[in-house]
């Protein structure tokens, strides 16, 4: 199966974080075979979690299906660059190629801010991005359009755009 292929999964995912107010990333990992071992979304408000990232969640399914924390032969797809502390999972769990959509020059620890391979650690990880880029990129600009201005009304002067209480 073709990357377009796994990402358009991780867009569909991304399309139902959308749906449910979550900002919208969706993720699948994937074996050496192309076994679909995890999909999932952002789900940081159901969860109230902060950690509940799309590529979190697909870890921590991933490791739990496989009996294992390492991840060694595997392929994450997902639809936005992950952020750092997403990449740090990704060193953790030993995965070893990420494909993305769009890139993120605010968070992005793969490519755009800094890249996770040029830090000394012990892992490296094989970096593709701009795969369905604009699909990817589009979902993202639609949702925070909606938001826009109404950070005072969500949340007060915090600006956290996206908690609710």
Request: aromatic residues 6%; contains cysteine; charged residues 25%.
């Amino acid at each position: 199966m073709s990357e377009e292929h796994f990402m358009n999964i991780c867009i569909e995912e991304a399309n139902t974080a959308f749906e449910e107010g979550e900002v919208p990333v969706g993720a699948v990992i994937v074996d050496s075979e192309n076994r679909i071992l995890a999909r999932s979304h952002n789900r940081t408000l159901h969860r109230k979690s902060p950690v509940s990232h799309a590529e979190v969640i697909v870890i921590e399914e991933a490791s739990k299906k496989l009996g294992n924390y390492r991840l060694l032969n595997c392929t994450l797809f997902v639809s936005k660059e992950p952020c750092i502390m997403c990449a740090g999972a990704i060193i953790e769990a030993r995965i070893g190629r990420v494909v993305f959509g769009c890139y993120d020059p605010k968070r992005g620890a793969l490519v755009s801010l800094f890249d996770i391979n040029h830090l000394p650690l012990n892992h490296k990880v094989d970096i593709k991005g701009g795969i369905l880029e604009d699909k990817s990129r589009e979902i993202l600009q639609r949702f925070f359009a909606v938001r826009r201005g109404t950070e005072a009304v969500i949340t007060g002067p915090t600006r956290n755009r996206l908690y609710v209480s």
